[in-house]
């Protein structure tokens, strides 16, 4: 049974208690995993999580020649990759694959990916990323189905982002470590996974100065090395679980992660009412029952701001908050898909233009039938659910597979009735679940 043949079963009104280990960063693996295009040396990925787009992204290596074996921990050998040109089927299902571009370009000065796919959550700006690669001497051609770029030999430039991007500094890094001359990059995006990204370049032999500020430093070098590197956690996973149970009720231990990169949320999960104690790899969260949740309004942005990653999960939180919160979604202009699901749960929420977005609380929330449309909108709904009075099911659970490993497992571990169906026939022998 395929993820897009399943669906999320889940009956409201359980409290969350017990302890979460969160799973490493997709965000982090995927630009880790390409990066391994860069040397002939083999790679070792550590905490590499089991989710759907680092199984594509294997697959992707292993199609253009390479290796990729393991899971948790994965070897990648790229000595045997010849090809350039990445698999349209593969490259549309997730956008991470535009970072193939940087790291293909620059081992073989040749590249072509398709378009990014991924979730429809608004423009990918990869016109900052095509930009950056022209001036680094690319010459780059776009349809409206792929992109090409060639360059006899990428040179170092100054690259000013107008807006942080992500997968744009990314890019930019992955072809810079072996340009030549010095890259500056500046207005760099400063997300864990991009710090994460720059500690491996490092150990593989590059030269950046700079990490985890918004000026990064390259210094081209002509060869890098194999490495052994452990990929950070996932905040973003984190930051879900601890949504959840502010929302849910209870009390959880969520280990294994960086409490400093979720400053933001923690405080405005303390300011709407949840307790929350901090450690060195670990945090506690927590909301006794019956204490009612006050509304806080949220801004999203760029790290270190309130991550657009969780903000589709907080507005679930605020669903359940005694009055009226605004959030502003800054980041992407088409993150609101959660809205109409919600809405259909009975949730209050009116969205203004583009960009905002009143909750109107608190929302008695009833259980029903409903389509996930992209990974983020997902564990929202799957927050909304376990609040909710009733059954609620999550169709299109192939999206959460995407971002999460084993959310259904860790969360019926905490106590969460929750488990995996199949749509096709319903029946219990077809059901995967957690208890």
Known sequence: MTGRDRALRITGGAQLTGDVCVSGSKNAALPEMAAALLTRQPLILRNVPRVTDTAVMGDIIRLLGGEAKGHGTVVIDTAGVTGNDVPDELGRRMRATIVLLGALLARFGHARVPRPGGDDIGARRVEQHLRGLRQMGARVSETQTEIIAVAEHLRGDRIVFDLPTVTGTENILLAAVKAEGRTEIFNAAREPHVEDLCRLLVKMGARIEGVG????????????????????????????????????????????????????????????GAHVQVGDDWFRVGRQPGTPLRPIDMSTWTFPGFPTDLQAQYMALMTQADGESVISEYVHENRFQHVRELAKMGAGVTVEGRLHAIVHGPARLRGTELAIPDIRSGAALVIAALCAEGDSVLRNAWHVERGYEDMVGKLASVGAQIKSVSMETESPAAHTTYE
């Open 213 to 272: 500020t918004e000026r990064l430093i390259v210094d081209g070098t002509a060869e890098l090395g194999g490495a052994e590197h452990t990929v950070i956690a996932d905040y973003l996973e984190a930051g879900t679980y601890a949504i959840a149970v502010a929302a849910a009720g209870g009390e959880l231990r969520i280990e294994c992660t960086r409490p400093e990169d979720l400053q933001l949320l923690l405080l405005k999960l303390e300011q709407a």
